[in-house]
């Protein structure tokens, strides 16, 4: 039986919470959290969709992984269009 792990929580604040005392993260900070929390997510899809016990689970997401895709691409436009010829995007497999 494959584990879905939903222990991980939700995305990463942008602020500490009233009741814990850690400091306020700085922007580059939170940016680089909040993607590491992304990744950690996207490769949990991956080890799903490649899981016969799970991948039927993904596949009836695909609509939404869809629009990941669609936003993931948005993104790149974005850095692409500030700074042309210097983002290279490498595709495995």
Do not use: Y
């Not at 991956?46 to 016969?52: D, E, H, P, Q």
């Not at 993904?58 to 210097?86: C, N, W, Y």
């Amino acid at each position: 039986m494959f584990h879905i792990d939903t222990e991980q929580g939700s995305p990463p604040s942008s602020q500490a919470s009233a009741e814990n005392d850690a400091p306020v993260l700085s922007a580059e900070e939170q940016m680089e959290r909040r993607v590491d929390w992304l990744i950690r997510e996207l490769d949990e899809l991956c080890a799903m969709a490649s899981n016969a016990e799970t991948v039927d689970l993904v596949e009836d997401q695909k609509i939404a992984i869809g629009q990941m895709q669609t936003r993931v691409q948005l993104i790149l436009s974005f850095l692409l269009a500030r700074h042309p010829g210097k983002l290279r995007i490498v595709q495995n497999g």
